[in-house]
């Protein structure tokens, strides 16, 4: 499996990395296991704690060296990436905070001497994609280090500098060497490690498939997973609703964050109303078109590339393909004759069910637009999906917007915003999004012992 940098606003190839031998695979979960057991596992949370609130220092004393690096290795518009590490940040601030509180002993009330405490898992094992380069290590690394297991990451392929840097700011932090590993580990290798009887759990961002495969591997050997898998989140307006500038640029912000490349961006929208649909689908092709495509590092981009050429060929096949089965492509959605994975910001409508687009995640600038009679329908068609990660509803009262969202069958509903993600906030779905969840006080008991230590008196 080549790890490598390419920049995807030209193609050209920055920066490549060996593969690892089997053995140096062995070398290093032996080293894991064994600063699990002597070192990293043994300490207080307290004193891990400092160690996270030193690496969230290290991301804010360099925001500008850190972002670079995303943005040269997939893309990222510069500003986002900014946003990203500070975000990373918070989060390993928010455990570092948080985590002695949220994995405190906890007395049973009707069993006086009966207590039950928090011990870390181990090994844990995660597999994470390259969409967020730091922020989905950081949904890990804080929560996990905090509680004491030990980390052996492998990341994606397209992302090593990011990988490669993460791993020696907690280093630099403190982290002793071996608690926190990136491994630029092949699947065989991924799957040996799955085998392993030391490492404890595994945990797995990416696509629907990647994560059925690997969560079947898991329950084979009885280990803990959490899947945080793809999703194709409905964005719903429902009757009411002015089709106004804010709701345009939240729809842009909730399709075109990360040039579309976000699990829980706004995927499918969905406009109760015939009329309302016409003037949301005309109103957003028209800011669509009014993007500025370019260099991810100029400040007045507000299209980037996307993450690879290989990534921006698959979008533009799925648009092939929706509209040979009948779907409108109401506006873009086509590669740019330029070297670099650049594309339009698209639109689909007249998406009937029958179209493998309905079921389908597009992971890129295509919006898809469907038009219903009512708020029954609307719902009913959110939940008409494999997946079930996140979603928006837009209403008129907030309250009747509150009720709508919780009959939305996914595991977030943001009520007028778009979804966005903060450490406090849970983050994960059901159906083929996954299961788990990570941030939030919820994420931290994900890979934790709860052991029941009873020495109330015998009954
Ligand atoms: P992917 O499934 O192709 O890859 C994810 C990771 O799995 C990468 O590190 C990849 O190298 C690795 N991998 C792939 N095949 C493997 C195998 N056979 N054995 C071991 N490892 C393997 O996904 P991607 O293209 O990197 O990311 C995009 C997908 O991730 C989208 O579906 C997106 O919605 C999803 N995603 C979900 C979340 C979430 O929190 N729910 C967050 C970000 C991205």
């Not at 945990?203 to 280990?223: C, F, I, N, Q, R």
């Given at each position: 499996?080549?790890?490598?940098?390419?920049?995807?606003?030209t193609g050209?190839?920055?920066?490549?990395?060996?593969?690892?031998?089997?053995?140096?695979?062995?070398?290093?979960?032996?080293?894991?296991?064994?600063v699990?057991?002597?070192?990293?596992g043994?300490?207080?949370?307290?004193?891990?704690?400092?160690?996270?609130?030193?690496?969230?220092?290290?991301?804010?004393?360099?925001?500008?060296?850190?972002?670079?690096?995303?943005?040269?290795?997939?893309?990222?518009?510069?500003?986002?990436?900014?946003?990203?590490?500070?975000?990373?940040?918070?989060?390993?601030?928010?455990?570092?905070?948080?985590?002695?509180?949220?994995?405190?002993?906890?007395?049973?009330?009707?069993?006086?001497?009966?207590v039950?405490?928090?011990?870390?898992?181990?090994?844990?094992?995660?597999?994470?994609?390259?969409?967020?380069?730091?922020?989905?290590?950081?949904?890990?690394?804080?929560?996990?280090?905090?509680?004491?297991?030990?980390?052996?990451?492998?990341?994606?392929?397209?992302?090593?500098?990011?990988?490669?840097?993460?791993?020696?700011?907690?280093?630099?932090?403190?982290?002793?060497?071996?608690?926190?590993?990136?491994?630029?580990?092949?699947?065989?290798?991924?799957?040996?490690?799955?085998?392993?009887?030391?490492?404890?759990g595994?945990?797995?961002?990416?696509?629907?498939?990647?994560?059925?495969?690997?969560?079947?591997?898991?329950g084979?050997?009885?280990?803990?997973?959490?899947?945080?898998?793809?999703?194709?989140?409905?964005?719903?307006?429902?009757?009411?609703?002015?089709?106004?500038?804010?709701?345009?640029?939240?729809?842009?912000?909730?399709?075109?964050?990360?040039?579309?490349?976000?699990?829980?961006?706004?995927?499918?929208?969905?406009?109760?109303?015939?009329?309302?649909?016409?003037i949301?689908?005309?109103?957003?092709?028209?800011?669509?078109?009014?993007?500025?495509?370019?260099?991810p590092?100029?400040?007045?981009?507000?299209?980037?590339?996307?993450?690879?050429?290989?990534?921006?060929?698959?979008?533009?096949?799925?648009?092939?393909?929706?509209?040979?089965?009948?779907?409108?492509?109401?506006?873009?959605?086509?590669a740019?004759?330029?070297?670099?994975?650049?594309?339009e910001?698209?639109?689909?409508?007249?998406i009937?069910?029958?179209?493998?687009?309905y079921?389908?995640?597009?992971?890129?600038?295509?919006?898809?637009?469907?038009?219903?009679?009512?708020?029954?329908?609307?719902?009913?068609?959110?939940?008409?999906s494999?997946?079930?990660l996140?979603?928006?509803?837009?209403?008129?009262d907030?309250?009747?917007?509150?009720?709508?969202?919780?009959?939305?069958?996914?595991?977030?509903?943001?009520?007028?915003?778009?979804?966005?993600?903060?450490?406090?906030?849970?983050?994960?779905?059901v159906?083929?999004?996954?299961?788990?969840?990570?941030?939030?006080?919820?994420?931290?008991?994900?890979?934790?012992?709860?052991?029941?230590?009873?020495?109330?008196?015998?009954?």
């Amino acid at each position: 499996m080549a790890y490598e940098s390419v920049n995807p606003a030209t193609g050209e190839t920055v920066k490549k990395y060996p593969d690892l031998s089997d053995a140096q695979v062995k070398e290093a979960i032996d080293r894991t296991f064994d600063v699990f057991q002597k070192d990293w596992g043994k300490r207080s949370i307290e004193d891990r704690s400092k160690i996270l609130h030193k690496a969230a220092e290290i991301f804010r004393s360099d925001i500008d060296k850190y972002a670079r690096l995303m943005t040269l290795e997939m893309g990222k518009r510069i500003e986002e990436a900014r946003g990203e590490v500070k975000l990373s940040a918070d989060i390993l601030d928010y455990y570092a905070k948080n985590g002695s509180t949220f994995l405190a002993p906890q007395k049973v009330e009707e069993k006086p001497g009966a207590v039950v405490k928090a011990f870390p898992l181990g090994l844990i094992l995660a597999i994470e994609p390259w969409n967020f380069p730091y922020y989905q290590l950081a949904r890990i690394a804080g929560p996990y280090l905090v509680a004491g297991n030990a980390l052996l990451v492998k990341h994606s392929s397209s992302v090593p500098q990011c990988a490669h840097a993460f791993e020696e700011v907690l280093e630099q932090a403190g982290v002793p060497k071996g608690a926190y590993t990136n491994l630029d580990a092949s699947p065989a290798q991924v799957s040996s490690l799955i085998e392993d009887s030391r490492v404890r759990g595994v945990t797995v961002t990416g696509s629907a498939s990647v994560g059925a495969e690997l969560a079947a591997k898991a329950g084979k050997m009885w280990k803990k997973s959490v899947m945080e898998l793809g999703g194709s989140d409905a964005f719903i307006v429902l009757e009411g609703v002015d089709i106004d500038d804010k709701l345009i640029e939240q729809a842009v912000y909730g399709r075109l964050f990360n040039a579309g490349q976000v699990c829980c961006a706004a995927k499918r929208f969905i406009i109760v109303g015939k009329k309302q649909a016409e003037i949301f689908t005309e109103k957003l092709k028209a800011r669509f078109e009014s993007l500025k495509i370019g260099d991810p590092f100029d400040e007045k981009t507000t299209l980037a590339p996307l993450s690879s050429i290989a990534a921006r060929d698959q979008v533009v096949a799925q648009v092939e393909k929706a509209v040979s089965n009948g779907a409108t492509l109401v506006c873009g959605g086509k590669a740019l004759k330029r070297p670099g994975a650049f594309m339009e910001a698209g639109i689909l409508t007249d998406i009937s069910r029958d179209n493998p687009a309905y079921f389908e995640e597009f992971f890129g600038p295509i919006a898809q637009i469907y038009s219903v009679e009512s708020e029954a329908k609307a719902i009913e068609l959110a939940n008409d999906s494999p997946y079930g990660l996140g979603g928006a509803v837009f209403a008129k009262d907030i309250e009747h917007g509150c009720k709508v969202a919780e009959q939305i069958e996914t595991g977030m509903v943001s009520v007028n915003k778009p979804l966005w993600t903060a450490p406090e906030l849970p983050f994960g779905g059901v159906k083929h999004s996954g299961y788990g969840r990570e941030l939030s006080h919820f994420g931290i008991q994900e890979f934790i012992n709860w052991k029941l230590i009873d020495a109330s008196a015998a009954e």
